[in-house]
């Protein structure tokens, strides 16, 4: 039988292993007898295992990240980053950025500099506007009691600002018949004062400027010209009175004044004094001007002094077609243009109305010339619709009213808009194109062999060479601007006409319509393939290759 010391002991060992279990009772004096009798001579005791604790204590969560997230030593980024020769790839590839940076700039600075990108010419108002000359007596409608004259010329200020209009010259505000009228006081049967001021406060909004019209008016009261045509010298008392008007009128906005060169006021000493007192109202943004109206093939001289550094007139305003009481021919016409185009601008700035009568087929084609001569266009009240003729129309801006068939007015409407689409796609171009606001200006002369007459190459044609030859030619001329080339090509004649390639080889060989008389030509096009046809005028912009446009 073993010794009960002996079995205590090996109970003791057997408790010890064997898992326990927590008391719920921890108060329970059996519980604390038990132990005691039971394990007082083993390490620790019953009590010290009771109060060590049953799980590990996690770390802190700032702890655990402070060690997942510690930053990496120089050596192990290098390890990271392929090592030391991660190094001079990066720096080889940083060279290689700066150098390819270096060459493109440097072949940028070639091609700018290769290029020839002419610098614009900074213009004023005048030089880029197109001008708008109407006389408000022709909106009085006699037969209502309604407004008319400057207040039908106010309502339809946005239709003319919608042509492109940046200006417009008022005729017929003054009594004529009144010598010397006053200025101050415009013709009651055209308006008051307060609307034609109303008139310039509204176009002024819309950026349209006013120009008054003196042409042919006895300002000083000196009557008709002497015999050599000159007028007397005018009295002081009455200059002083003109120039209490133009102050007058400038202060109410207006932005200048226009006068004949037929007139007492184009002389050195009158223009010299309205120069003075435009110079006071006139601003760097804002300049007021002096318009005259060319009556004769020349414009007088005023024989100034070299002294006098300022401009007298700023804006001269010549006609296209002599002033004839009948109407030209198309051979008449084409020799007007064509002395126009040859003759070499002088300094003053050009500005070009029809002037003479043609016949309705050409009207178009004059217009066209109109708007892309070098200057300011001037176009007359109606000239952007250009009425059929042998239709009886009256035009009250709102409305059309016709005499005839349902085909006629058909034919009419459809006439109208062909004619305003083509004003407004001559004046979009101009206003938005440099070469034909201020480029070079070329005049291309024709031959015989230049020319290849559809009609003749024909092989049906019977017309005779010498029928051909006498037909009025294709007059053309370039507006240039760098490399952009505007060709304008004038056909008055009563055949189509091929161009031959050979008759300008420094031209580009294609282009693109900008517009023509019939509004029926889109797209590319080559002068190669190119026939103008009868009574038409076209409009191309030409490209050269790997010109800027």
């Known amino acids: 039988m073993e010794q009960p010391e ?30 005691a009798s039971g394990g007082s001579g083993l390490s ?25 997230w510690r930053p990496l030593s120089k050596e192990e980024l290098e390890l990271a980053a392929g090592g030391p020769g991660w190094r001079k790839i990066r720096s080889r590839l940083v060279l290689l950025f700066w150098f390819l940076w270096l060459a493109m700039l440097g072949t ?3 091609i700018i500099m290769k290029s020839p990108r002419p610098i614009a010419m900074p213009l004023q ?45 008022l005729e ?67 200059s002083d009175t003109v120039q209490y008007a133009l102050r007058f009128w400038l202060e109410q906005g207006i932005a200048g004044f226009s006068v004949c060169d037929t007139d007492a006021a184009y002389s050195e000493q009158v223009l010299m004094d309205w ?47 002599p002033p004839k009481p009948h109407v030209l021919s198309a051979q008449e016409v084409a020799a007007a243009i064509e002395t ?45 619709l250009t009425p059929t003729q042998n239709v009886t129309v009256k035009m009250d801006w709102s409305q059309w009213q016709v005499n005839g068939t349902s085909k006629v007015i058909k034919d009419q409407e459809r006439a109208r808009y062909s004619a305003l689409a083509l004003f407004h796609s001559l004046s979009r171009s101009r206003a938005r194109e440099e070469a034909l606001l201020s480029g070079s200006f070329t005049f291309l002369p024709f031959n015989t062999t230049g020319l290849l007459s559809a009609a003749s190459s024909s092989s049906n044609s019977t017309l005779s060479p010498a029928r051909v030859v006498s037909s009025p030619p294709i007059l053309a001329f370039l507006r240039s601007w760098g490399c952009v080339h505007f060709l304008v090509l004038l056909n008055l004649g009563s055949t189509p006409h091929a161009l031959d390639p050979a008759w300008a080889p420094s031209l580009p060989e294609g282009g693109v319509f900008v517009a023509c008389t019939g509004m029926d030509r889109l797209g590319s096009t080559s002068l190669e393939t190119l026939t103008v046809r009868p009574r038409e005028a076209i409009v191309i912009k030409l490209f050269e290759t790997g010109s800027y446009s």
């Open 6 to 35: 002996a079995v205590v002991a090996k109970n003791s060992v057997i408790d010890a292993v064997k898992p326990r279990k927590m008391t719920l009772n921890a108060g329970d004096p059996g519980y604390g007898s038990g132990a």
């Open 275 to 321: 120069r003075l007192v435009i110079n006071e109202f006139s601003t760097q943004d804002d300049e007021r001007i002096v318009v005259v109206k060319q009556t004769g093939d020349v414009l007088p001289a005023l024989n100034t002094s070299s002294s006098i550094n300022t401009t007298l007139v700023e804006v001269v305003m010549r006609a296209i077609l």
């Open 108 to 110: 940028s600075i070639a």
């Open 172 to 238: 017929g505000l003054f009594h004529k018949e009144v010598s010397p009228p006053e200025l101050t006081v415009i013709d009651e049967s055209v308006g008051t004062l307060p609307e034609i001021q109303h008139l310039v406060t509204e176009s002024n909004k819309l950026g349209l400027k006013i120009v008054l019209d003196f042409c042919q008016l006895d300002l000083f009261g000196l009557g008709a010209q002497d015999a050599a045509g000159n007028h007397t010298d005018v009295p002081s008392d009455h």
């Open 340 to 384: 126009h185009l040859q003759t070499s601008r002088g300094d003053i700035w050009p500005s070009w109305t029809v002037g003479g009568k043609a016949s309705h087929d050409l009207q178009k084609l004059l217009l066209v010339l109109l708007m892309t001569l070098p200057g300011s266009p001037v176009v007359q009240y109606g000239e952007e």
């Open 125 to 169: 108002w005048w030089q880029k506007s197109l001008f708008y000359q109407l006389q408000p007596a022709l909106f009085l409608d006699t037969q209502t009691d309604g407004p008319g004259g400057i207040s039908v010329v106010c309502d339809h200020l946005g239709y003319l600002k919608s042509l492109g209009t940046g200006a417009l010259i």
């Open 44 to 68: 620790g005791g019953v009590g010290g295992v009771e109060t060590a604790p049953l799980l590990i204590p996690e770390q802190p969560d700032s702890e655990l990240e402070q060690v997942r």
